[in-house]
């Protein structure tokens, strides 16, 4: 059966609660995006509803503390109908009263769980890293990314501690969302077409800090000094800095 | 080009040989001001060599009254000579720190004037940092030998981490290069800053919010293939600094031929010893946080490492009486000596194994290197052994399993396509 969810969290967690109320649970989530419908299976649409999914989080926070509840949703940013799926099935498991299961890495949806965990984590940290702010002449910090998965919701409060005294915003092109802090406050934000095109194609917006040029350069150069030439070892740049990253990194303009 | 990018160009080549570049260890919180320091650090950007930027290295002056042979900045190598003003150094950091590019600041600098001297002038921007910018990342800062307990002590209120080069990893090999130093010079600031370091711990446990000092404690470096030391001199060097001082640290750092007129020292063209470098990490590792001992690794009659494979496995081969371990029964700490299997994997094999015994195809799924490993453990479902493989047997199976990397840089063959 293919329970059909907003694409959210919420709707997530509210596949879990349907799935209880009918007593069935061979169950595969799946956004409308991402379903192609398939004539021997069974669908139906999940509406997502707030306080369904607030019981299905609460109960899992009481029964593996808050924390590891905390990987589900990591897990859920993953953007994958398998990893849903394993992490639907090991919801189920434990609210069924299986609570270990999370640890027994010899079971295949953990181990995808698990996997999918880490290379969460891996972005989340890279993009703690390769984001790059570009000041504006209004003072404002601005830097767009697109990172693999949805690492956005895990970093803020990092950036939030870290840049409290400065206004930033933090764009993710592919999902084409961002987070704007304005010194007390955290909003998400949307914009248009003509907005983004601004903040990709800085050279052509007038509004960049005058000195905001002298101090890429002044970075571009040191990144060059502090290279060991006659260590070269371009196999170990690409496994750190893969290309994929290289187009918001002024480091990387430089050929 | 600018005067400042001038500089920069310069204070940042002279300081690149420093290979320390971490940033973890500091809980340093954000506090009414900019930056905070992350406690497992953040490598921002990694260099085409393949080493990790996290900090802004720099030098604050490249002028030095010292003349030691292996490095670049010594009084008589002709080279630009350059030196930073306190605001400089400090817009630098700032405006790199505000836009992600650094995790912080690592400030070193050459001996000018006298040692005081110098480090007044440290601490004059580590203090501005702090108290007049109300910045809170990381700052790394070199502690300059033969500066005052009080000066030393003063700058410990208000960086992460501090440290001091041994260099060369004997005395007899620094005397070669460096007639005017001693380790001893290196020794007493040391000692001193783990003193305030541990005092502190103490006191912390009594009062609440007790004033940090040296957060991310001190680390030291030494020069690897300059002089003749061998790998177990270096590692006992290593071991007994760790012990003593209570280092996060030991960094090795492969010689890297500089413009030099010493006939001792490897000439320009030599290439530097990646592998041996390599090498002397893993067993570094090894010893923290692998419950090895130096002796079991390395010792009076086995005092070189082996270049080819690495050495966990090394030692794994030349003690067959303890393998295979049953990884369905054994403790975490021997499972972590079976080569291919690191502390992630081991931890996974005990938290499944409660759940049934574990077989071959489950272990291969946990991120182990099961083509190493295999040769030394047994699963639920391994086949019966009768007799037994040698071990160098098992040696060469996985020496040319693995052909890759290793292989190339060790061989003498010139690579064509490097």
Same mark, same amino acid.
């Given at each position: 059966m293919?329970?059909i ?5 919420? $709707? ?8 209880f109320e ?9 956004t ?6 398939d004539?021997f299976?069974?669908?139906i ?7 369904k999914?607030s019981?299905?989080l609460k $109960?899992?926070?009481?029964?593996i ?8 949703f990591r897990?859920?940013?993953?953007? &994958? ?26 079971n295949?949806a953990?181990?995808?769980?698990s996997d999918?965990?880490?290379?969460? &984590?891996?972005e989340r940290h890279?993009?703690?890293?390769f984001v ?7 003072g ?13 919701? *895990?970093i803020?409060s ?5 840049y409290?005294d400065?206004?930033?915003i ?5 999902r ?5 802090w304005?010194?007390?406050?955290i ?8 907005e ?6 800085t ?9 905001e040029?002298?101090?890429?350069n002044l %970075?571009?150069q040191?990144?060059k000094?502090t290279?060991i030439?006659a ?6 740049? *690409? ?6 990253? %290289?187009?918001?990194?002024?480091e990387?303009?430089?050929? | 080009m ?6 920069l ?9 420093d ?9 340093r919180?954000?506090i009414s ?8 650090? +953040? ?11 996290s900090?802004?290295? +720099?030098?604050?002056t490249?002028?030095?009254?010292y ?8 009084k ?11 605001? #400089?150094v ?10 992600n ?8 600098s050459?001996i ?5 001297y110098?480090m007044e ?10 108290l007049?910018e109300?910045?809170n ?20 209120m208000?960086?992460?981490r ?11 090999g620094?005397?070669l ?8 010079s290196?020794k007493k600031?040391?000692?001193f ?5 541990q005092s ?29 030391e ?11 600094f760790y012990?003593?001082?209570?280092l ?21 063209g ?6 041996r ?10 010893l ?12 009076p009659?086995?005092?070189e490492?082996?270049? #080819?494979?690495d050495?966990?496995l ?13 990884i369905?029964t ?7 000596? +079976? ?10 094999i005990?938290?499944?194994?409660k759940?049934?015994r ?9 991120g182990?290197?099961?083509n190493?490993a295999?040769h030394?453990?047994?699963c639920?479902?391994s ?5 037994f493989?040698?071990m ?5 199976q ?5 052909a ?6 060790v ?8």
């Amino acid at each position: 059966m293919y329970y059909i969810f907003d694409g959210t969290y919420y $709707g997530w967690l509210c596949c879990v609660f349907e799935a209880f109320e009918r007593k069935d649970f061979s169950v595969k989530p799946i956004t409308k995006e991402l379903y192609l419908p398939d004539i021997f299976a069974e669908d139906i649409y999940i509406h997502t509803d707030s306080e369904k999914a607030s019981r299905v989080l609460k $109960g899992l926070q009481e029964r593996i503390g808050k924390n590891i509840a905390l990987d589900f949703f990591r897990a859920f940013l993953f953007e &994958s109908p398998e990893v849903w799926q394993a992490a639907f099935y090991l919801c189920v498991q434990i609210f069924k009263g299986n609570k270990d299961i999370l640890s027994n890495f010899g079971n295949d949806a953990v181990m995808k769980f698990s996997d999918a965990l880490r290379k969460v &984590s891996r972005e989340r940290h890279r993009m703690k890293a390769f984001v790059r702010f570009q000041q504006s002449s209004d003072g404002l910090y601005f830097a767009v990314f697109e990172p693999d998965f949805n690492v956005l919701p *895990l970093i803020i409060s990092f950036f939030k501690n870290r840049y409290t005294d400065q206004p930033w915003i933090i764009y993710d092109l592919k999902r084409n969302y961002g987070i704007y802090w304005d010194k007390i406050n955290i909003t998400e934000v949307e914009l248009n077409a003509a907005e983004v095109k601004d903040m990709v194609h800085t050279s052509t917006m007038v509004s960049l800090d005058e000195q905001e040029e002298y101090y890429k350069n002044l %970075w571009q150069q040191y990144f060059k000094s502090t290279n060991i030439v006659a260590r070269k070892n371009m196999k170990l740049h *690409l496994r750190h800095v893969p290309r994929r990253y %290289w187009k918001y990194l002024p480091e990387k303009q430089l050929t | 080009m600018d005067r400042l990018e001038e500089k920069l160009k310069i204070l940042a080549d002279a300081a690149k040989y420093d290979v320390s570049c971490s940033s973890s260890g500091s809980k340093r919180k954000n506090i009414s001001g900019i930056g905070d320091a992350s406690s497992s650090g +953040i490598c921002h950007s990694y260099t085409e060599d393949g080493r990790c930027v996290s900090l802004l290295k +720099i030098l604050l002056t490249n002028h030095c009254i010292y003349d030691c042979a292996f490095c670049v900045s010594r009084k008589s190598n002709d080279v630009q000579r350059a030196a930073f003003t306190v605001e #400089e150094v400090v817009k630098l950091t700032m405006n790199f720190y505000r836009r992600n590019y650094i995790e912080g600041l690592f400030l070193s600098s050459g001996i000018f004037k006298d040692a005081d001297y110098t480090m007044e002038r440290l601490l004059k921007i580590v203090k501005k940092l702090r108290l007049e910018e109300r910045y809170n990342g990381y700052i790394h800062l070199k502690t300059i030998p033969g500066a005052s307990d009080e000066m030393i002590r003063e700058a410990g209120m208000y960086v992460d981490r501090m440290s001091i080069n041994l260099e060369m990893p004997t005395e007899l090999g620094l005397k070669l290069m460096a007639p005017e130093k001693d380790h001893e010079s290196v020794k007493k600031p040391l000692n001193f800053i783990n003193q305030v370091i541990q005092s502190y711990k103490q006191e912390s446990k009594l009062i609440k919010h007790k004033p940090t000092f040296v957060p991310a404690g001190q680390s030291t470096q030494m020069v690897i293939g300059a002089t003749p030391e061998n790998d177990f001199e270096i590692m006992s060097v290593a071991d007994k600094f760790y012990k003593e001082y209570n280092l996060k640290r030991v960094y090795y750092s492969g010689y890297i031929p500089i413009q030099n007129d010493n006939s001792l020292l490897p000439q320009i063209g030599t290439k530097p010893p990646l592998v041996r470098e390599n090498r002397l990490y893993q067993t570094d590792w090894l010893l923290r946080f692998y419950g090895f001992e130096l002796n079991e690794i390395l010792n009076p009659s086995f005092q070189e490492l082996d270049l #080819e494979i690495d050495p966990k496995l090394s030692w794994a081969l030349r003690n067959p009486h303890l393998f295979p371990v049953d990884i369905n029964t054994a403790d975490y700490s021997m499972i972590i000596r +079976i080569p291919g299997i690191g502390r992630q994997s081991a931890l996974k094999i005990i938290k499944a194994r409660k759940f049934g015994r574990l077989h071959e195809y489950q272990i291969k799924k946990m991120g182990i290197a099961f083509n190493r490993a295999r040769h030394f453990m047994v699963c639920a479902d391994s086949p019966f052994q009768l007799g037994f493989t040698s071990m160098d047997q098992v040696r060469a199976q996985i020496v040319n399993k693995s052909a890759s990397k290793t292989k190339q840089l060790v061989s003498p063959q010139l690579n064509l396509f490097a």
